[in-house]
């Protein structure tokens, strides 16, 4: 298995570009999140997902969207960036009875 | 609005000495997770905490869960360099889809 995988690693866009991001998961998990690590801080948490064609809005949504056509993907969008949204983007699964979090390698996304 | 604060944010601490991280956090929560982190690298899962009183141990890493008392400490027996990293805990609610609330980290530094 795999596990949580996040495509790219690594990502420098200019003010007002759009991306996505891709986080791919083999476990089968029914949740997913999308978080963002700022430095010396912890993980805030951007959207998440209950399960396949379900979205929601976490701690800090603005300027993000996000889908989930299919279960094993989950995709967040940055429609036009700015230099706030420099940060470690990581994306995590959830197994298992104990809700223990399955975190993705991380992409660095700088915008300049 | 749950709050979790950790102390110390920051441990510089000897070889073969000991020590413990404190997280204390605001409402009542169901689980209480602990993860380490090195430098860019992601998260990794170290302990889930369900109940109160309970206690896990893996090497020189023993957490445990006071949950009347909101608090859980991660001890650390004997430390070596391997141990250096950032620690992170987390809270979360059976009724909150998963969505853990993350302290900020302490980072740990063990030196010869």
């Known amino acids: 298995n795999a596990g949580v995988t996040q495509t790219p690693k690594f990502r420098v866009l200019k003010t007002g570009q759009s991306m996505t991001l891709l986080c791919a998961q083999d476990?089968?998990?029914?949740?997913m999140y999308w978080y963002r690590q700022d430095p010396g801080m912890g993980l805030r948490l951007i959207h998440y997902?209950?399960?396949?064609?379900?979205?929601a809005k976490g701690e800090v949504p603005d300027g993000y969207n996000v889908s989930r056509l299919k279960k094993q993907n989950f995709l967040l969008g940055l429609e036009s960036a700015a230099p706030s949204q420099t940060s470690v983007y990581f994306c995590?699964?959830?197994?298992?009875?104990?809700?223990?979090?399955?975190f993705g390698p991380g992409t660095r996304l700088t915008v300049t | 609005e749950l709050k979790v604060e950790q102390n110390p944010l920051f441990l510089s601490m000897q070889e073969g000495k000991n020590y413990t991280i404190y997280c204390n956090y605001s409402?009542?929560?169901?689980?209480l997770y602990w993860y380490r982190q090195d430098p860019g690298k992601s998260l990794e899962s170290l302990f889930v905490?369900?109940?109160?009183?309970a206690v896990k141990q893996e090497g020189r890493l023993m957490a445990s869960l006071d949950t009347k008392a909101r608090l859980s400490t991660l001890h650390i027996t004997a430390a070596v360099h391997d141990l250096s990293a950032t620690y992170f805990c987390?809270?979360?609610?059976?009724?909150?889809?998963?969505?853990?609330?993350f302290g900020d980290g302490t980072t740990l530094t063990v030196k010869p």
């Open positions: 476990m089968n998990h029914e949740y």
């Open positions: 409402t009542t929560s169901d689980r």
């Open positions: 995590a699964s959830i197994g298992g009875w104990s809700f223990e979090q399955y």
């Open positions: 905490l369900l109940s109160n009183g």
């Open positions: 997902s209950v399960g396949e064609g379900t979205t």
């Open positions: 987390a809270v979360d609610t059976f009724t909150n889809a998963g969505k853990s609330t």
